[in-house]
């Protein structure tokens, strides 16, 4: 008998033993292939959620953009007016006659032009139940009917895209002006010198004689009118 228990109790602990090698081999595997530990206190942080729902938040479209890069909605070459319609309550220190005077200056007058129609979709893009008579709406009124956005997102890209479209006026008139040959300034001073000398008979019986075309003959002859001072 006692030897029968001494063979049970060495068979047990032999399947213990390898049982204890079996869950030693397991977690050595599960240690091999688990995650980095900066990725699992990651995903344990209270923030981690947050965190990407923000930038999920950052990179999605707002429910204005979608609409005015809409080719349905507003057309290509009025999304420039579009968005500068919508900066007046919404972009700090904004001023639309300094983008009407750049448009100017850049030969681009149309691209600011805001108009009935444009004020009318944003009008009906904030409340589609809006009723008015069309026909009779003035422009004014319409603008006026259009409040500040109360989305982040919207405030946001209105600020970025006429940030963009400022940019673009200012290079426009940059390379515009820089191909145009710089003009004489006269200033006030130096007009009222021109008109004193020109009563002066002397100095405008030479101005006009400077000013004759000389006749086939004389080019010919290579001769030219000369002006001579007394």
């Known amino acids: 008998n006692n030897n029968n228990n001494n ?3 060495i068979a047990n602990n032999n399947e213990e033993i390898s049982d204890n ?3 030693n081999g397991e977690i050595a595997a599960n240690s091999n292939t688990a995650a980095p530990y900066s990725s699992i206190m990651a995903r344990l942080s209270p923030y981690a959620g947050d965190l990407e729902e923000e930038e999920e938040d950052a990179n999605t479209p707002g429910e204005l953009q979608l609409f005015v890069e809409d080719d349905s909605k507003v057309a290509p070459n009025n999304r420039f007016a579009y968005c500068l319609m919508l900066g007046k309550h919404n972009v ?5 006659d300094e983008f009407i005077d750049l448009a100017g200056r850049a030969g681009k007058k149309s691209a600011v032009r ?5 004020a009318l979709s944003e009008v009906k893009r904030r409340n589609p139940r809006t009723k008015f008579n069309k026909n009779n709406a003035k422009l004014d009124s319409l603008l ?23 940019a673009t006026l ?14 004489a300034y006269l200033t006030p001073l130096d007009r009222l010198r021109w008109v004193g000398l020109h009563q002066r008979d002397d100095v405008l019986a030479l101005f006009q ?9 004389q080019l010919d002859a290579g ?3 000369s002006v001579t001072s007394s």
Do not use: H, W
């Open 7 to 9: 063979d049970n109790e």
């Open 21 to 23: 090698n079996a869950n």
């Open 92 to 96: 700090p220190d904004f001023d639309i």
């Open 114 to 118: 805001i108009t009935k129609q444009m």
């Open 144 to 166: 006026n009917m259009i409040l500040p956005l109360d989305e982040e997102t919207d405030i946001a890209y209105i600020t970025k895209k006429v940030a963009e479209m400022k």
């Open 170 to 183: 200012l290079t426009t008139i940059a390379e515009k002006e820089g191909d145009a040959a710089p003009a």
């Open 209 to 217: 004689k400077s000013q004759e075309a000389p006749t086939r003959e």
């Open 223 to 225: 001769e030219t009118p």
